[in-house]
């Protein structure tokens, strides 16, 4: 399991034994990484088949990677490489997200920009970033990219949008 639990737990432990004039502040853990430790449990348990969430540092819960191959559509046997940073403000603010993997996407430029709603900070339909947003909805939502969310209305790329509509088969 990750460490980042254990570091929590013994940096609780090492409050008692501190000279009382200490400045405890080296030693905080932030929300962001409290929240980031259930979090994380909870996204490995529910984990959809098509992605495979990984750390290079596990102390680092806010900075991973997420690979995505769906099973299914016009990206189907695919493999697409997301990094996620998570800000200290988390949850307050979404998850910064960025697709490693050049694509040919309506909502992804070749730049790695995602087109996202729930990665939004503020949405006029309602449909962005809130408080109650957990990483799980995060990378569920980055897995419908491949599936059920392709969005031709109001693409970010609109050449690889006019692409796809254009040589779609009937």
């Known amino acids: 399991m990750l460490t980042l639990a254990s570091k929590l ?53 806010h900075h991973f990677q997420l690979a995505v191959s769906p099973d299914e559509g016009y990206y189907q046997s695919g493999r697409f490489q997301f990094e996620i940073d998570v800000p200290e403000a988390y949850n307050m603010v979404p998850p910064k997200v960025r697709c490693l993997t050049r694509i040919w996407h309506p909502n992804i430029t070749e730049n790695g920009e995602i087109c996202l709603s729930l990665l939004r900070e503020h949405s006029i339909d309602g449909t962005g970033w809130a408080p109650t947003r957990t990483l799980k909805d995060v990378v569920w939502g980055l897995n419908s990219l491949f599936t059920d969310l392709l969005n031709f209305d109001d693409p970010l790329n609109i050449d690889a949008a006019e692409h796809h509509l254009r040589d779609k088969k009937p």
């Open 9 to 61: 737990k013994r940096d609780d432990g090492g409050k008692t034994g501190r000279a009382s004039g200490a400045s405890d502040s080296t030693h905080r853990v932030s929300i962001r990484d409290r929240l980031l430790t259930k979090e994380v449990a909870e996204l490995e348990a529910n984990l959809p088949s098509t992605c495979k969430a990984s750390f290079p540092d596990e102390d680092k819960l």
